[in-house]
């Protein structure tokens, strides 16, 4: 994932209605926040409450989810300016590797 892509979807939290969300079910899946109802999901009968599940747990676990990809991205980076310190070789295999299989940025340690 991105720099770009992290931030646009960072944008679309920022610019959705604050969580936590949960879901009201009856004759479809309503996702609610504390005061209001955000929207319905009009699904076939079977799947309409476990899409508004998802949904109304993805306001919490998406913005989660991508610090947790910033701090990996991060780690990774730290880790990979370590290698290259030490071990300038052994640096250039894992760089490839990294380049090559993950389409990582092994300097900034964050996605191309």
């Known amino acids: 994932m991105t720099a770009d892509e992290i931030a646009k979807l960072r944008e679309l939290c920022a610019n959705a209605t604050p969580g936590p969300w949960g879901c009201g079910f009856s ?27 998802f949904i109304a747990a993805a306001r919490k676990a998406l913005p989660a989810a991508l610090d947790e ?35 990582l940025d092994p300097d900034a340690g964050v996605s191309k």
């Open 69 to 103: 990809i910033e701090r990996l991205s991060e780690a990774l980076g730290v880790t990979l300016k370590e290698l290259k310190r030490h071990s300038p070789v052994c640096h250039a295999e894992v760089l490839g590797w990294i380049v090559t299989d993950l389409g």
């Open 27 to 53: 004759n479809r899946g309503r996702i609610m926040s504390s005061n209001e109802e955000i929207c319905s999901v009009w699904s076939s009968e079977e799947t309409h409450d476990a899409n508004a599940a």
